[in-house]
C-alpha cells in the first residue's frame, strides 16, 4: 500500500512539473517616450539569456508569449537614441498592458571628437564593411521567425492578399552559399486572393520567374549581399547593374562620384554610441547606423526612387539643346516612372534591423517592398492591376547551441520552386492565438477591411488550408 502511494504521489509530481513545463505566460505592452508617452516603434524587447523577443510594432504595441520556465529572467527593452530598460519579467506576469517607458540617452562626446571631413560617413562605412565577418555569424544557427506577405493594388491601395508563417531558418552564415539555407514553415495562413495573376503573367512566372518570397526576403539582406560577394556585373558608363542584389549592395555606395555618403549626427544604443550616415546614389537613398565601438552595423534603410535631373546630370545631358520631342519624352519617362512609386515616394524600399547576441550581430527584423505583377482584380469586376508586395520577417528567437536546434532536415524544406501563395498548411488556430506575432500596424484595420468584404478571416483561413 505504501508503495502505491509512493508510486501516486511521484507520477503526480511529475505530471504537475510536465504542466509547470508547459505553461506559457503572454506578456501585453506598449512602448512609449517618458516625456509625451509618444509611441517608440521597432523597439527590442528581449529575453537576452534565452536570445528570445519581438519588436515593437510602429504604434509602440508588442505581445511576447514565453514559458513560464523564463520567468525567473529579466525583460530587456533597447530602441536607438533611448536609454535601455530592464525589468525582472517575475514583476510584470501579472500587468494586463504593460506600459515601458524609455527616455532619451544622451551620452558624453568627450572621448569621441568627430572632426569635420568630406569623407567622414564613407570611412565609417568602409571600415564597418571591412569587420561584417568579425561582426556577424560566420556559423550555423537557427533562427525562428514569423513572416507576413501583404499584396496591395497600385489603382487604389486596397489590400488583395494577406498570408502568414511560422518558419525556422537553418542558416550557415552571411558568408555561406545562400543556396544552402534552408526553410521549414511550420504553421501558415492565406486569406482568399482578390487579384489573381493574369492568365499570361502566370504562365510566364511558371515557366521562367517563379520566386518564393520567403527566401527572396532573406537573399535581400544588405550584409549578406555584401558578405557574399554574389552579383552578375554589367558595366555600363562605370554604373553596376546587378539584377535584384544590387539594389541593396553596401559596396556600390562607397564607389565613385555618383554616390554621396555623409555623417549626419549620432545617436546610442545600449549605451554605446552610434553613427547616423545617410547616402545617395543613382536611383538610391537611405540610411546607416554604425555602432562606433565594433562597427557593427544595427540599421539600414534603403529606398529606390529615379531621380531622373540626377540621371540627366550624370549621362551630361542638357535639356535645353534636345528638341521638343525629345524633351516630351523625357517628362513622359518621368511621369510613366512616378506613376509606380508607392504613395508618390519609391518603387521599392528595404528596412533591416539587427540585434547583438554574444557578440554577434543577428538578422532581427527585415521589411521589403517590391513592385509586383499584373493582377486580375476580383474586387474591380476584372479590371487589370499592379500591385505591390510587402514582406516581413520578425524574428522571435535566435538558437546557436547546436544541441538545441531542430535541425531542418532536407524533406521538411521549404522549395525554392514553390511560390509563397502556393504553401498549404492546415490551419491551426490554437496556435495562431498564442503565437509571437508582430502586432497590426496602423494599417491593420484596413487590411482586414479590404480583404472581408465577402467572408471572415478566420473563414478564409480555414477555407485555404
Same mark, same amino acid.
Given at each position: 500500500?505504501?508503495?502505491?502511494?509512493?508510486?501516486?504521489?511521484?507520477?503526480?509530481?511529475? *505530471?504537475?512539473?510536465?504542466?509547470?513545463?508547459?505553461?506559457?505566460?503572454?506578456?501585453?505592452?506598449?512602448?512609449?517616450?517618458?516625456?509625451?508617452?509618444? !509611441?517608440?516603434?521597432?523597439?527590442?524587447?528581449? *529575453?537576452?539569456?534565452?536570445?528570445?523577443?519581438?519588436?515593437?510594432?510602429?504604434?509602440?504595441?508588442? #505581445?511576447?508569449?514565453?514559458?513560464?520556465?523564463?520567468?525567473?529572467?529579466?525583460?530587456?527593452?533597447?530602441?536607438?537614441? =533611448?536609454?535601455?530598460?530592464?525589468?525582472?519579467?517575475?514583476?510584470?506576469?501579472?500587468?494586463?498592458?504593460?506600459?515601458?517607458?524609455?527616455?532619451?540617452?544622451?551620452? %558624453?562626446?568627450?572621448?569621441?571628437?568627430?572632426? !569635420?571631413? $568630406?569623407?567622414?560617413?564613407?570611412?565609417?562605412?568602409?571600415?564597418?564593411?571591412? /569587420?561584417?565577418?568579425?561582426?556577424?555569424?560566420?556559423?550555423?544557427?537557427?533562427?525562428?521567425?514569423?513572416?507576413?506577405?501583404?499584396?496591395?493594388?497600385?489603382?487604389?491601395?486596397?489590400? #488583395?492578399?494577406?498570408?502568414?508563417?511560422?518558419?525556422?531558418?537553418?542558416?550557415?552564415?552571411?558568408? &555561406?552559399?545562400?543556396?544552402?539555407?534552408?526553410?521549414?514553415?511550420?504553421?501558415? /495562413?492565406?486569406?482568399?486572393?482578390? &487579384?489573381?495573376?493574369?492568365?499570361?503573367?502566370?504562365?510566364?512566372?511558371?515557366?521562367?520567374?517563379?520566386?518564393?518570397?520567403?527566401? $527572396?526576403?532573406?537573399?535581400?539582406?544588405?550584409?549578406?549581399?555584401?558578405?557574399?560577394?554574389? /552579383?552578375?556585373?554589367?558595366?555600363?558608363?562605370?554604373?553596376?547593374?546587378?539584377?535584384?542584389?544590387?539594389?541593396?549592395?553596401?559596396?556600390?555606395?562607397?564607389?565613385?562620384? #555618383?554616390?554621396?555618403?555623409?555623417?549626419?549626427?549620432?545617436?546610442? @544604443?545600449?549605451?554605446?554610441?552610434?553613427?547616423?550616415?545617410?547616402?545617395?546614389?543613382?536611383?538610391?537613398?537611405?540610411?546607416?547606423?554604425?555602432?562606433?565601438?565594433?562597427?557593427? *552595423?544595427?540599421?539600414?534603410? =534603403? @529606398?529606390? &526612387?529615379?531621380?531622373?535631373? %540626377? *540621371?540627366?546630370?550624370?549621362?551630361?545631358?542638357?535639356?535645353?539643346?534636345?528638341?521638343?520631342?525629345?524633351?516630351?519624352? =523625357?517628362?513622359?519617362? /518621368?511621369?510613366?516612372?512616378?506613376?509606380?512609386?508607392?504613395?508618390?515616394?519609391?518603387?521599392?524600399?528595404?528596412?533591416?534591423?539587427?540585434?547583438?547576441?554574444?557578440?554577434?550581430?543577428?538578422?532581427?527584423?527585415?521589411?521589403?517592398? #517590391? =513592385?509586383?505583377?499584373?493582377?486580375?482584380?476580383?474586387?474591380?469586376?476584372?479590371?487589370?492591376?499592379?500591385?505591390?508586395?510587402?514582406?516581413?520577417?520578425?524574428?522571435? %528567437?535566435?538558437?546557436?547551441?547546436?544541441?538545441?536546434?531542430?535541425?531542418?532536415?532536407?524533406?521538411?524544406?521549404?522549395?525554392?520552386?514553390?511560390?509563397?501563395?502556393?504553401?498549404?498548411?492546415? @490551419?491551426? %488556430?490554437?496556435?495562431?492565438?498564442?503565437?509571437?506575432?508582430?502586432?497590426?500596424?496602423?494599417?491593420?484595420?484596413?487590411?482586414?477591411?479590404?480583404?472581408?468584404?465577402?467572408?471572415?478571416?478566420?473563414?478564409?483561413?480555414?477555407?485555404?488550408?
Amino acid at each position: 500500500m505504501k508503495h502505491q502511494l509512493f508510486l501516486a504521489v511521484f507520477i503526480l509530481q511529475g *505530471i504537475f512539473s510536465l504542466a509547470i513545463a508547459q505553461q506559457h505566460y503572454q506578456l501585453n505592452g506598449i512602448v512609449i517616450t517618458a516625456k509625451g508617452s509618444i !509611441p517608440v516603434p521597432y523597439a527590442h524587447v528581449r *529575453i537576452p539569456a534565452r536570445g528570445m523577443g519581438v519588436i515593437s510594432n510602429e504604434v509602440g504595441a508588442f #505581445t511576447l508569449n514565453y514559458p513560464a520556465s523564463y520567468a525567473k529572467d529579466s525583460l530587456k527593452v533597447s530602441c536607438l537614441g =533611448f536609454k535601455t530598460y530592464t525589468i525582472a519579467l517575475s514583476k510584470v506576469q501579472q500587468e494586463d498592458t504593460l506600459r515601458i517607458y524609455l527616455k532619451p540617452e544622451v551620452l %558624453e562626446l568627450a572621448e569621441m571628437i568627430i572632426k !569635420p571631413h $568630406s569623407d567622414s560617413g564613407r570611412m565609417i562605412l568602409r571600415e564597418a564593411l571591412k /569587420r561584417l565577418k568579425k561582426n556577424y555569424p560566420t556559423k550555423m544557427h537557427q533562427l525562428n521567425a514569423f513572416y507576413r506577405e501583404k499584396v496591395q493594388s497600385r489603382d487604389d491601395y486596397g489590400y #488583395t492578399r494577406l498570408m502568414e508563417g511560422m518558419v525556422d531558418i537553418q542558416d550557415w552564415g552571411i558568408d &555561406a552559399n545562400p543556396d544552402r539555407m534552408r526553410i521549414r514553415v511550420n504553421e501558415f /495562413r492565406k486569406s482568399n486572393d482578390l &487579384a489573381k495573376q493574369s492568365l499570361g503573367i502566370r504562365a510566364f512566372s511558371l515557366l521562367f520567374s517563379k520566386r518564393n518570397n520567403l527566401y $527572396s526576403i532573406l537573399t535581400q539582406d544588405p550584409v549578406r549581399i555584401h558578405a557574399h560577394n554574389v /552579383r552578375r556585373v554589367d558595366n555600363v558608363r562605370g554604373i553596376d547593374l546587378v539584377g535584384n542584389s544590387r539594389r541593396y549592395w553596401l559596396g556600390e555606395i562607397l564607389k565613385g562620384s #555618383t554616390s554621396s555618403v555623409r555623417l549626419v549626427d549620432m545617436t546610442s @544604443y545600449d549605451g554605446e554610441l552610434v553613427y547616423h550616415i545617410k547616402f545617395r546614389i543613382l536611383g538610391f537613398y537611405g540610411a546607416l547606423y554604425i555602432n562606433s565601438k565594433d562597427y557593427g *552595423i544595427h540599421h539600414i534603410d =534603403f @529606398y529606390e &526612387a529615379v531621380d531622373h535631373d %540626377e *540621371i540627366l546630370s550624370y549621362l551630361k545631358i542638357d535639356t535645353n539643346r534636345l528638341s521638343e520631342q525629345r524633351r516630351m519624352s =523625357f517628362r513622359e519617362g /518621368r511621369k510613366t516612372t512616378e506613376t509606380f512609386y508607392h504613395d508618390g515616394k519609391f518603387s521599392s524600399k528595404l528596412n533591416a534591423t539587427y540585434q547583438k547576441i554574444a557578440g554577434k550581430y543577428y538578422l532581427s527584423h527585415i521589411e521589403w517592398m #517590391t =513592385f509586383g505583377n499584373l493582377r486580375q482584380s476580383k474586387v474591380h469586376e476584372g479590371k487589370i492591376t499592379h500591385s505591390y508586395n510587402f514582406c516581413s520577417l520578425m524574428v522571435n %528567437e535566435v538558437l546557436t547551441n547546436k544541441k538545441e536546434m531542430e535541425k531542418v532536415k532536407p524533406r521538411q524544406t521549404l522549395s525554392r520552386q514553390e511560390e509563397t501563395n502556393g504553401i498549404r498548411k492546415q @490551419y491551426n %488556430e490554437r496556435f495562431w492565438r498564442n503565437y509571437n506575432v508582430l502586432l497590426a500596424t496602423p494599417l491593420e484595420n484596413k487590411v482586414i477591411r479590404d480583404l472581408t468584404f465577402e467572408e471572415s478571416l478566420e473563414q478564409q483561413f480555414k477555407k485555404n488550408q
